[in-house]
């Protein structure tokens, strides 16, 4: 048998990271199956979460923007329908957010007692995020069969837009965990964004609102790009997709996700420290 | 030994922390504003650069562990003992890749697993059965090997009747077998383990203990750290002494605990030459010895038995009357406790003619914690004048009593451990 030599130096970049990560992929599948578990196991409530939240949002945003603001909905399609589209992938990409964003707080106790590659705390996390929008996903089709309104081929693709969402929450997920870590008070940081993002990406209207001119700008919000997507995707052409502010989106995200692990790698080692 | 699987070389680890500094005696308001100004300053640095904030106006290194150098052998099992606070964790975390080492290096041949807690992840809502895979994940075993142990380390952990139950509903003794017998379980080439065997009961520990024997019979290694120094005697083939972050001592065990338990520098009885003998203008002290109850000198005591420090002295006046005080000392230096014998009834105050006297002040068990303490003596004549100090003239280290750490295994902080009165209640 052949065996290895590991050396354990002050600062030493992990050669193998990666390979590390995929040697410990069954841990990480085990404590995102702990997560859901945990969530799941105290009755029917945590499903009936998953489920009221967007429902309530919908009626809310729908009342709101489309009946009493009057806002445009995209084409032919019912303004329900498309409020809907939209918050799916913004809930994704919020609950992703903020549990990423306490994963490592909230096992603290694991930090300080075993080694492995500590990226598989906020990854695991999202995947409870992920069974919360597979729920939503059922509502969707709950929706579309009430109003009557079948897909395009455009809804193949919406597994891409999906990972998409995943890694727009992964990137800042991985820089707030790891300053949450050092610096307590990004937890309080994180319901802010979010309160304030829910607002300025384009969940409870149509992006196709903005005026030309801006439009490529507020595509800096990478959740501008994705929710266009999944709209694109669900809506079919009734959303047509705005391509340059789509690419932009997807540059944020490669760039906050590129940011976020960078960070994350630097301060890894130092983790067992400070919590 | 010429199969050396770990190896660490000049190992060193540095933590900082930070000291609100002296105020001075009296403060203006321009230095508050400035070392304030300095403060946010400092940590506005420190989180650009994304290093941690440390409170406190002052910033001091402390070497929790410093140039430590040593090898370990295939299959050997080598104890680490040291007192409280010596860097036995942060040696095993270092070694665990929990924590990165500010310098010096180690290498490691083979496959680690580490159990610094027994039943880390364990989650309280989970049945027994979920969180044997999830404790065996964590621990670093891959499913297809927890579901081959399975049905092992359910007959080991004595469960199987709670499989399916939350652990949240488990008595402590149960949830205890339950995570030992997880990690009892690992099969690494190289096992380290910290303080994890003194839980449970004393039934279970003899299990733990045998199943230990097992792994290292099979030519594993071990390096484990313990309070318990009859299991360091008994399992290990060598012993590191750590004291202060440094590696004092290699070699065999009971040499390493001898070493360990004399490390008070004092011896637990002293005897004095007829010249030499420590005195006031009224008395002199002949000698003091420790002692345990059944009056054998006692340098080791332990936490749950009462100590006596027994002091023999020659009183060569006639009609006088003497007091003793007795000082006591922790490793820190700290004084612990002082006590006068003005409650003792036959003589305290009373004259006392020629001749030779014994003045026994004992210490309750359940009191001290522990530790290596050393004792001074002030003799002193009437109304506490005339005093003589006999200063740090002899000591002993407490040690654990059977029993008296309950499931708790860890460090017992504080300058005393008395056993205080805990009552619960459902209101």
Redesign the interface.
Known sequence: MK?????????RAEAHYWRDLWHYR??FL??AW?DV??RY??TLIGVAWAVLRPFLTMVVFTVVFGKLARLPSDGQTPYALMVFAGMLPWYLFSSALGGAADSLIGSA????????PRMIIPAATIVTALIDFLISLVILIAVMLWYRFAPGWQILLLPAFVVLAVLASLGPGLWITALNV??RDFRYVIPFILQIGLYISPVGFSSGIVPEQWRLLYSLNPMVGIIDGFRWCILGGESPLYGPGFVLSLVVVIVFLWLGIR?FR??E??F???I | MSDVVIRAEGLGKK?IIGHETRRESYTALRDVIARGAQNILRKARD?VH?R??IEGDELEEVWALRNVNFEVGRGEVVGIIGRNGAGKSTLL????????????????????A?L??VG??F?P??TGR?NI??NG????M??TEIKRKFDEIVAFAEVAKFLDTPVKRYSSGMYVRLAFAVAAHLDP?ILIIDEVLAVGDAQFQQKCLQKMEGVASQGRTILFVSHNLPSIQSLCTRAILLDHGKLTAVGAPHTIIQQYLGGGHFEAQRQWPASKRPKNAVAEIASIAIRDQQNAIASNPTTDQPVSIAIDYIVNQPDVALGLTVLLYNERHELVLSSINNHEPQWYGRSMSRGSYRTICTIPGHLLNDGGYSVSIILFGRNFADAHTVEECVGFTVIDGPGVRGDYFGEFKGAIRPLLDWKTEQL
């Open positions: 065996e290895t030599t590991l050396i354990i130096e002050p600062g069954e841990l085990i404590l702990r578990a945990v196991k105290q106790n694991l930090i300080g007692k075993v080694y492995f050092k610096y960070r630097n301060t080692k130092t067992a420290d400070l | 933590y989180m994304g941690p904030i975390k270092t070694l665990s890749r929990i924590t990165d080492p500010s310098e010096g290096r180690v290498s490691i041949k083979g496959r680690v580490s610094l807690e880390t992840g989650h809502e989970l979920e895979f999830l994940a964590i621990l670093g891959a499913r080439d």
